[in-house]
């Protein structure tokens, strides 16, 4: 069995006169159940190598809280350090990445009544996890941080997973979501650096750190084709650009 941990990175707000953000991005970090405990025990580790509490929050380290002044302490080069170092933890584990992005300029411009940015990539991730999901012959459950829109995303979920999506059933899923404290899992916590290191490359153009984990994201075969588990929704069909390119993938919108 997967566990399936998502998070997600900018805001789904369609006012796009006051929205920080033109992408929204939803990330899912997959694990084998049996591989999670050991996984938790490598980050812990790894904090303790840094003199930070063994349960330190990663997400709140990120956004520097001041909740671990031995962090902000840290000078420009040893906090570099410190994320390549986690990143390098990460590629060694056993987790795949998949994520869904959407376009919001080109959502409002294309519908006359668009969907919910939130609601709309979470339907192309659980496709993507359930497709993934399918090649491992294994179900998995999908994970999010309690705090997280809880009733939108459980009655959305139980409706894909009795009806399907319009492209596909969804068969290898857990029935209902599982909502938990982010700072009960070092898995929640990674999901959501890696869905803001996604957002980085898309609103911002910066691709440092995103290439400390393009290797995890899921590749499979569509069309005699290798592609990137990375959904870009929706792709104009009068203009596009290419914001990435790599040994493995490239990415358009």
Same mark, same amino acid.
């Given at each position: 069995?997967? /566990?399936?941990?998502?998070?997600?990175?900018?805001?789904?707000?369609?006012?796009?006169?006051?929205t920080?953000?033109?992408?929204?991005?939803?990330?899912?970090?997959?694990?084998?159940?049996?591989?999670?405990?050991?996984?938790?025990?490598?980050?812990?580790?790894?904090?303790?190598?840094?003199? /930070?509490?063994?349960?330190?929050?990663?997400?709140?380290?990120?956004?520097g809280?001041?909740?671990?002044?031995?962090?902000?302490?840290?000078?420009?080069?040893?906090?570099?350090?410190?994320?390549?170092? /986690?990143?390098? &933890?990460?590629?060694?584990?056993?987790?795949?990445?998949?994520?869904?992005?959407?376009?919001?300029?080109?959502?409002?411009?294309?519908?006359?009544?668009?969907?919910?940015?939130?609601?709309?990539?979470?339907?192309?991730?659980?496709?993507?996890?359930?497709?993934?999901?399918?090649?491992?012959?294994?179900?998995?459950?999908?994970?999010?941080?309690?705090?997280?829109?809880?009733?939108?995303?459980?009655?959305?979920?139980?409706?894909?997973?009795?009806?399907?999506?319009?492209?596909?059933?969804?068969?290898?899923?857990y029935?209902?979501?599982?909502?938990i404290?982010?700072?009960?899992?070092?898995?929640?916590?990674?999901?959501?650096?890696?869905?803001?290191?996604?957002?980085?490359?898309?609103n911002?153009?910066?691709?440092?750190?995103?290439?400390?984990?393009?290797?995890?994201?899921?590749?499979? &075969?569509?069309?005699?084709?290798?592609?990137?588990?990375?959904?870009?929704?929706?792709?104009?069909?009068?203009?596009?650009?290419?914001?990435?390119?790599?040994?493995?993938?490239?990415?358009?919108?």
């Amino acid at each position: 069995m997967f /566990l399936c941990f998502a998070d997600e990175s900018g805001d789904d707000s369609l006012d796009l006169s006051t929205t920080k953000s033109k992408f929204f991005v939803l990330c899912s970090l997959q694990i084998r159940d049996k591989d999670s405990f050991e996984f938790e025990d490598r980050i812990s580790e790894f904090l303790d190598k840094y003199n /930070l509490p063994k349960r330190a929050n990663l997400k709140k380290l990120r956004r520097g809280s001041y909740d671990y002044p031995t962090f902000k302490r840290f000078g420009k080069s040893k906090k570099h350090a410190f994320w390549t170092e /986690l990143y390098e &933890v990460l590629n060694e584990s056993p987790v795949t990445l998949i994520a869904s992005v959407i376009n919001k300029e080109n959502l409002v411009t294309k519908y006359i009544h668009p969907d919910n940015p939130l609601e709309r990539a979470y339907k192309h991730l659980i496709e993507k996890i359930d497709y993934f999901l399918q090649g491992e012959n294994e179900i998995g459950a999908i994970i999010f941080d309690e705090s997280y829109e809880r009733d939108r995303i459980r009655r959305k979920h139980l409706y894909w997973k009795s009806f399907g999506t319009e492209w596909q059933k969804i068969k290898n899923i857990y029935r209902s979501p599982l909502f938990i404290r982010e700072d009960e899992s070092f898995a929640m916590q990674m999901a959501d650096l890696c869905a803001y290191n996604v957002y980085r490359l898309f609103n911002q153009g910066k691709c440092d750190y995103f290439k400390l984990i393009e290797n995890l994201f899921h590749l499979y &075969v569509s069309k005699d084709d290798i592609q990137v588990a990375i959904k870009v929704f929706p792709i104009s069909k009068y203009e596009t650009r290419r914001i990435y390119e790599c040994g493995q993938f490239a990415i358009d919108v």
